[in-house]
T-cell receptor, first 113, second 113 residues
Framework: DGGITQSPKYLFRKEGQNVTLSCEQN?????MYWYRQDPGQGLRLIYY???????QKGDIAEGYSVSREKKESFPLTVTSAQKNPTAFYLC????????????FGDGTRLSIL | GQQLNQSPQSMFIQEGEDVSMNCTSSSIFNTWLWYKQDPGEGPVLLIA?????ELTSNGRLTAQFGITRKDSFLNISASIPSDVGIYFCAGYAGGTSYGKLTFGQGTILTVHP
């Protein structure tokens, strides 16, 4: 079945450590997105990518980095510069960026040890 | 950036009751989307709206794109226990926000059997 796969489901980070969250889609979608969700808040955009080898910062990009080397993959690295990384991270994709619905993975919950 | 005001923040209803929630914005939106999120999962698309005045149904769910293009509502008829979850509105505004989806804060729905 086509869909978006995020891994791992749960992730723990030590102080000063970088961690990478995986997002893979087999929907043949051009655009991919990373969101952060905190309790009581809506989703906030971290980074997005319209096409391979291209990506743009969202509203809260500081302390995060991404790459888009393949159409189906858009990994997110939470760096040690992100001082409050504990959150639920959601990856999404859409056919293209022009007002099309985004479809989401099941998320990765990141916690600090 | 763009902001969506979603209300109510939470609802506690009896099984069988109808539910109504809405989103408003000070800016014009080109697309309105409604999502449902279960605990620990990613949001699932319920309804997509593309034209001002559009009224679309999906089973017991009905959503409308406001004629001013600044609001949208979602109705759920004859609620059942599995309707429990968080409902998010989201929209594409275009202009400098092209391709970036803005989310409301969510409506937490609790259904008592």
């Amino acid at each position: 079945d086509g869909g978006i796969t995020q891994s791992p489901k749960y992730l723990f980070r030590k102080e000063g450590q970088n961690v990478t969250l995986s997002c893979e889609q087999n929907l043949n979608h051009d655009a991919m997105y990373w969101y952060r969700q905190d309790p009581g808040q809506g989703l906030r955009l971290i980074y997005y990518s319209q096409i391979v080898n291209d990506f743009q910062k969202g509203d809260i990009a500081e302390g995060y980095s991404v790459s888009r080397e393949k159409k189906e993959s858009f990994p997110l690295t939470v760096t040690s510069a992100q001082k409050n990384p504990t959150a639920f991270y959601l990856c999404a994709s859409s056919i293209n960026q022009a007002y099309q619905p985004q479809h989401f993975g099941d998320g990765t919950r990141l916690s600090i040890l | 950036g763009q902001q969506l005001n979603q209300s109510p923040q939470s609802m506690f209803i009896q099984e069988g009751e109808d539910v109504s929630m809405n989103c408003t914005s000070s800016s014009i939106f080109n697309t309105w989307l409604w999502y449902k999120q279960d605990p620990g999962e990613g949001p699932v698309l319920l309804i997509a709206l593309y034209k001002a005045g559009e009224l679309t149904s999906n089973g017991r769910l009905t959503a409308q794109f406001g004629i001013t293009r600044k609001d949208s509502f979602l109705n759920i008829s004859a609620s059942i226990p599995s309707d429990v979850g968080i409902y998010f509105c989201a929209g594409y505004a275009g202009g400098t926000s092209y391709g970036k989806l803005t989310f409301g804060q969510g409506t937490i729905l609790t259904v008592h059997p």
